[in-house]
């Protein structure tokens, strides 16, 4: 290689260094903060397109785990600083688009919005999953309601 050949190729890099490094710059700032996702779904249309597929009811017991449900949601959605969600008790309404909006997009006091970071597909896993939580033994007389 030649030096001039070699000093052609240096411009050529310097050239592109800002734009990589503005988006190194915007990727971490962007780092750990929630998103919202860039589409919002059709609410008129949510029908669960893997209500009772078993395979996904296995694939969703993963992804539970995996997103950290459990870290509020307690053990196989059990409760603990998130409500029980075999429970059957549904502050935002317990029907396959209701509960999907409530993953997808996030609720206040507390629930994060993980549509950006699952998209439809695993948001919908993770519905299937839901819907074969048992209900508690013993279910607390205490109201969702605020």
């Not at 409760?79 to 935002?92: D, E, H």
């Not at 996030?106 to 549509?115: D, E, K, N, W, Y």
Request: charge should be positive; glycine fraction near 14%.
């Amino acid at each position: 290689m030649t030096a001039r050949s070699l000093e052609a190729q240096c411009r050529r890099r310097r050239r592109g260094l800002p734009g990589a490094l503005l988006l190194l710059t915007a990727a971490l700032l962007s780092c750990g903060k929630e998103r919202a996702p860039s589409e919002p779904v059709p609410t008129a249309t949510l029908r669960n397109p893997h209500a009772g597929d078993a395979a996904v009811v296995r694939n969703g017991a993963l992804l539970f785990t995996a997103m950290n449900c459990d870290g509020c949601h307690g053990t196989g959605g059990s409760g603990w600083v998130g409500p029980n969600l075999g429970a059957g008790r549904w502050r935002y309404g317990g029907a396959d688009a209701e509960v999907f909006s409530s993953i997808y997009y996030g609720r206040p006091r507390g629930m994060p919005a993980f549509g950006a970071t699952l998209g439809a597909e695993g948001v919908w896993t993770l519905v299937t999953y839901l819907r074969t939580l048992a209900p508690p033994a013993d279910l607390p007389t205490e109201s969702w309601q605020n």
